[in-house]
C-alpha cells in the first residue's frame, strides 16, 4: 500500500511510467535489511552478507533504505526523463531486472539467493515472536502509512501538485507557463521512489526474510492494479485499492481448503487472472478507478 | 510603403527576430526572417498558409530552437533558452488549437498560469513556508478576476475538458494574461469562433493593450485584422514580405500576389 502511494505521485499525479516499481522497493529492503541487521558471516556454510560492523537502529536504517532508492531513482531519471515519456518505461523495466540480478548475483554482498535473513522487527526486543509480533508490526505498519498518506496528501495540495498536475495533462503547455517541467518530473519521481524505498524497509522488517526474487516485476503489476483499482490521483483510492487487493489475494488463499486438490495449486493463478480481468474491466468502464481524483475547489475569497 | 512620421515607433522595439531561420527536413518553414514588434500595440501578422508564422511564433516562444538568427526580447536575446524561462521574463505564446489541462478545473488552469508562486518548489518548504497559503489566496483572487475579465467565471469550477470550442479559445487567452506577460503571442485567437465570442475576445485583446500589454498575432479574418491592428507584417515563403500600417497593407499590390499564389 505505501508501495502505491509512493506510484500514485509518479503516475497518477504526474503521469510518469514507472515499469521498476520492483527495484526501487527491493534497493529499499536490502539497503534496510543490510543495515538493520549488521556485517552477518558464516564462513562454515559460506553465508554471509555486508553490512555495518554494529546493526543499525532501525528508523535511521529505513531512512537511509528511503534515501538510496530516491538517489537511484533520480539516478536513472535524469537521462530518460528528457527523452519521450516511453523510455522512462523501457529504462525502468531494465533497471527492475538488472537491481534484481545484481542482488541474486552479489553473494558477499547482499546473501544472494541465500536470502537475507534475521531482519529485526520494531520493538523486537520487548515484543516475543508470533501473532502478538505480528500485530505490532502492523500498527507500525499502518502508522507509516498513514504518515506518508498525510505527507503526500500535504504535498500534492501544494502548488507544486497543482504543477505536476498541468504536467501529466500537458507537458508542453506546462512549460508554455513558465514551468520548468523536467524539474517537477525529478522530484516528483524521486521522492515517489524513496517512498517505495521505505515500503521495501516496511516490507523486509515484517518477512524478517527477504530473497531477490521477491522483487521480481509481478510486484510492479499489483502496485498498479492498486492504484488503477483504486483511482490514480486519489490517495485515499490507494488505501481503498490496497486494501481491495489483499482482501482478494487472502481470500483466494482461505478458500484453498474447500476446492478440489487438484485446484489448490491452480488457485494462485486464477487469482492473477481474475485480478487480470478485473484491471480490464476497471479501465474499460471506470478508468478513473472507484475512488476518482477529487476536484479543487476553494471557496471565493 | 510610406511610413508617415507620427506612426514611426519612437520606442524600442520589445520583440526583434534577426535572420531566423528554421528547416524541417528540407522545408524551410521560416527562411532568413527578420521582423520587430514594438510595445504598446497591437501588431498582426500575416500570410498564406505555409509562410512560416505559426513556426516563427514557436521559435520565438522557445518551442523549437532556431538553426539560425537570433531573437531578442525587451533588450536580450531569448533564443535558445527553455520556453518556461522565456514566460518568465514575460513573454506568453498562445496556442493556435486551445490545449487545456483537461483534467483540471478552469481556475486550476488559471492558477497554474501565474508566475511562480511560494510554494511551486518543494524548497520553498524550508524558506517560505508562511507564504504559502498567503500566496495561494492571492492567486485565487487574481484568477477569479481575470475569470471575470474574460467571462468564464460562471465556469470556474468546471473541468476545462468539459467547455466549448469557443470558451477554450477564451481560457487559452485567460491563461496567457494570468501569466502577467509583456507581450502576448496570439496564435488565431479568433479563428473558428463565433462572432460574438469573437468581439469579446476582441475586446479582451483592445482593454489590455490599453493597460500596456503588447500583443502579436496570427490571424486570417482580413476584416479582424485591418480593423483592429495597428501594424500589419506580412510573411511569405518563410520571410518577412513587407509591413505597415492597414489601409497601405490593403492596397500593396505584393501583399495581393502573395496570396493570389504568386
Known amino acids: 500500500m505505501v508501495v502505491a502511494l509512493g506510484l500514485n505521485l509518479q503516475w497518477g499525479h504526474t503521469g510518469l511510467f514507472n515499469a521498476g516499481v520492483a527495484a526501487f522497493v527491493g534497493v529499499g529492503a536490502y539497503t534496510f535489511g543490510m543495515l538493520s541487521t549488521g556485517k552477518f558471516a558464516d564462513p562454515g556454510v559460506n553465508w554471509y552478507h555486508w553490512g555495518p560492523d554494529q546493526p543499525w537502529d532501525l528508523i535511521a536504517a529505513a531512512l537511509v533504505s528511503m534515501a538510496v532508492a530516491g538517489f537511484l531513482g533520480v539516478l536513472i531519471a535524469i537521462p530518460t526523463l528528457r527523452l519521450r515519456a516511453d523510455y522512462l518505461a523501457i529504462a525502468t523495466l531494465a533497471l527492475g531486472e538488472i537491481v534484481r540480478l545484481i542482488i541474486k548475483n552479489e553473494r558477499h554482498f547482499t546473501g544472494g539467493d541465500l536470502d537475507l535473513q534475521f531482519i529485526p522487527r520494531p520493538f523486537g526486543a520487548f515484543v516475543p515472536e508470533g501473532a502478538y509480533s505480528n500485530g505490532v508490526f502492523a500498527l507500525v505498519a499502518i502508522g507509516t502509512a498513514l504518515g506518508a498518506l498525510v505527507i503526500l496528501e500535504f504535498l500534492a495540495r501544494l502548488p507544486w501538485g497543482r504543477d505536476l498536475h498541468a504536467v501529466r495533462e500537458d507537458e508542453e503547455v506546462a512549460m508554455a507557463l513558465g514551468k520548468d517541467a523536467f524539474m517537477l518530473k525529478l522530484s516528483s519521481f524521486g521522492i515517489g521512489c524513496a517512498i517505495m524505498g521505505l515500503a521495501g524497509a516496511l516490507s523486509a522488517s515484517y518477512y524478517t526474510t527477504i530473497t531477490p526474487d521477491q522483487f521480481a516485476p509481478a510486484a510492479t503489476f499489483a502496485a498498479y492494479v492498486v492504484v488503477i483499482l483504486g483511482g490514480s490521483g486519489n490517495n485515499r483510492g490507494m488505501i481503498l485499492g490496497g486494501y481491495l487487493f489483499f482482501l482478494f489475494t487472502w481470500a483466494t488463499q482461505q478458500i484453498q481448503g474447500y476446492v478440489p486438490s487438484d485446484w489448490t495449486l491452480r488457485l494462485v493463478y486464477v487469482n492473477q487472472m481474475v485480478i487480470g480481468l478485473l484491471l480490464i474491466v476497471i479501465i474499460v468502464f471506470r478508468p478513473e478507478g472507484i475512488l476518482p481524483e477529487k476536484k479543487y475547489v476553494p471557496r471565493t475569497q | ?262
Not at chain 2, 538568427?69 to 524561462?85: E, N, S
Request: aromatic share 4%.
Open chain 2, 1 to 262: 510603403m510610406s511610413l508617415a512620421p507620427s506612426e514611426t515607433p519612437a520606442a524600442r522595439p520589445i520583440l526583434a527576430v534577426r535572420e531566423v531561420s528554421k528547416t524541417f527536413g528540407g522545408v524551410h518553414a521560416v527562411d532568413g526572417c527578420s521582423l520587430t514588434v514594438f510595445p504598446g500595440r497591437i501588431t498582426g501578422l500575416i500570410g498564406p498558409n505555409g509562410a512560416g508564422k505559426s513556426t516563427l511564433f514557436s521559435v520565438i516562444a522557445g518551442l523549437y530552437a532556431p538553426d539560425s538568427g537570433q531573437v531578442y526580447f525587451d533588450g536580450q536575446r531569448i533564443d535558445g533558452l527553455p520556453p518556461h524561462l522565456i514566460v518568465r521574463r514575460g513573454l506568453v505564446k498562445s496556442f493556435q488549437i486551445p490545449r487545456e489541462l483537461r483534467n483540471m478545473t478552469v481556475l486550476e488552469n488559471l492558477m497554474v498560469a501565474s508566475p511562480r508562486i511560494a510554494g511551486e518548489h518543494l524548497r520553498d518548504l524550508i524558506l517560505r513556508l508562511r507564504d504559502i497559503p498567503t500566496a495561494e489566496a492571492e492567486v485565487i483572487v487574481r484568477a477569479e478576476e481575470v475569470l471575470r475579465i474574460i467571462g468564464l467565471l460562471g465556469l470556474r469550477d468546471e473541468y476545462a475538458k468539459n467547455l466549448s470550442g469557443g470558451q477554450k479559445k477564451l481560457l487559452e487567452l485567460a491563461r496567457a494574461i494570468m501569466a502577467q506577460p509583456k507581450l502576448v503571442l496570439l496564435d488565431e485567437p479568433i479563428a473558428g469562433v463565433n462572432p460574438t465570442m469573437t468581439q469579446k475576445i476582441l475586446q479582451v485583446v483592445e482593454d489590455l493593450r490599453n493597460r500596456g500589454v503588447t500583443f502579436f498575432l496570427i490571424e486570417h479574418d482580413m476584416d479582424v485584422i485591418m480593423k483592429r491592428c495597428e501594424w500589419i507584417i506580412v510573411m511569405h515563403q518563410g520571410r518577412r514580405l513587407v509591413e505597415g500600417v492597414p489601409d497601405d497593407i490593403r492596397t500593396n499590390p505584393r501583399v495581393i500576389d502573395s496570396y493570389l499564389g504568386g
